[in-house]
């Protein structure tokens, strides 16, 4: 059957549009059931808190669960090989950030790449990390814990979430600044770390604001500064780290990743949403109360943030001469 050159137009338009109108209903209708957000650190730890933080405003918006998944362990890569290979649908989520960046330097083994196979969907906010010690340290100042543990070199222990971790990455930072050595026990987590803290056996933790504020609050620890740039909204009566240490300057980004190829519509209706509760005056405080700065943007943005902070901490990795357990 021969078909007039006008009809052959019409229906080559058509098969155009029709997967644009079947990515639009996509998007449309999604989630239709629930979403899991994998998260690589134990519960307790920053990317927990703040996973649940937002899943529950998901949840609600979206009218399906948001189930947060801890996989914790390598620093968190083992959560974003398990999100890397998993369908790209967008009903698995990463919550990803700094040691994903971390990572990408440190380890050379990975059969992942974080840049390639995790495409980034919305960041969450930005926090700086706390320098905490436990009562019993003499040092009251960062000045005179440097000079104790200059006084007292390899005898004071610094607790870390682990290898590579946020908490880990700072305290080296201020080790290669401060030129001070500290002996590095990495914990699987932060809340383990924090509890070995409280109970003496470490003396020193350049923790994660949102685990460890609430022990600062309550003077079971001593915090001697936080790591941006600037004394942080959460805590006006500490130090920044950089008052001390000119240029010193250490945060934990955070944010959602989903795998390679999830529907570009999807991303959009999670930024879209991820967004919407950044801007509400509830969990904005929420987020504020854990020490965190709101980041609201596209996901070119935060992909943009995911890139500084790989060449930054791929940096100190490199001039540490750090190595994965």
């Known amino acids: 059957m021969h078909l007039p050159r006008r009809t052959i137009l019409r229906l080559a338009a058509g098969a155009v549009v029709l997967p644009s109108l079947a990515r639009a209903a996509l998007a449309l209708d999604y989630p239709t059931r629930p979403v899991r957000i994998v998260v690589g650190f134990a519960g307790g730890s920053a990317f927990d808190i703040m996973a649940r933080l937002i899943g529950q405003w998901l949840s609600e ?38 040691p994903d960046a971390i990572n990408a330097t440190l380890y050379d083994n990975l059969s992942f790449k974080f ?16 320098m905490v010690v436990h009562p019993s340290l003499p040092a009251k100042t960062v000045p005179e814990f440097i000079a104790y543990a200059k006084a007292n070199p390899g005898k004071i222990s610094m607790a870390s979430a ?24 990495p914990y699987r987590g932060q809340a383990p770390a924090l509890t070995d803290l409280l109970g003496g056996q470490v003396q020193v933790d350049f923790s994660t604001m949102p685990p460890a504020i609430e022990y600062i609050k309550a003077g079971k620890l001593r915090a001697l500064a936080v790591t941006s740039p600037a004394r942080f909204e959460a805590l006006p009566e500490v130090p920044a780290m950089a008052e001390y240490l000119p240029d010193y300057e250490a945060s934990l980004l955070t944010g959602f990743g989903a795998p390679r190829s999830t529907p570009a519509d999807v ?13 509400d005056p509830k969990i904005k405080a929420q987020l504020a109360a854990l020490g965190n700065a709101v980041l ?4 070119a943005d935060f992909g943009g943030l995911i890139a500084e902070e790989t060449d930054k901490w791929a940096k100190v990795v ?3 001469n750090i190595k994965p357990e």
């Open 61 to 98: 918006r979206l009218g399906q669960s948001f189930v947060v998944e801890n996989r914790s362990g390598a620093a968190g890569s083992i959560a974003t090989e398990a999100v890397a290979r998993a369908r790209p649908d967008g009903y698995t989520l990463l919550v990803t950030g700094s």
């Open 115 to 130: 840049v390639r196979d995790i495409v980034p969907v919305a960041a969450i906010g930005r926090a700086p990390n706390v």
């Open 162 to 185: 682990g290898v590579g971790s946020s908490s880990h990455m700072s305290g080296e930072l201020f080790k290669m600044m401060a030129g001070v050595s500290l002996v590095h026990v």
């Open 267 to 279: 991303i959009a209706v999670i930024n879209k949403e991820t967004n919407g509760a950044l801007a």
């Open 296 to 299: 609201p943007g596209s996901p």
């Open 318 to 320: 490199k001039f540490a």
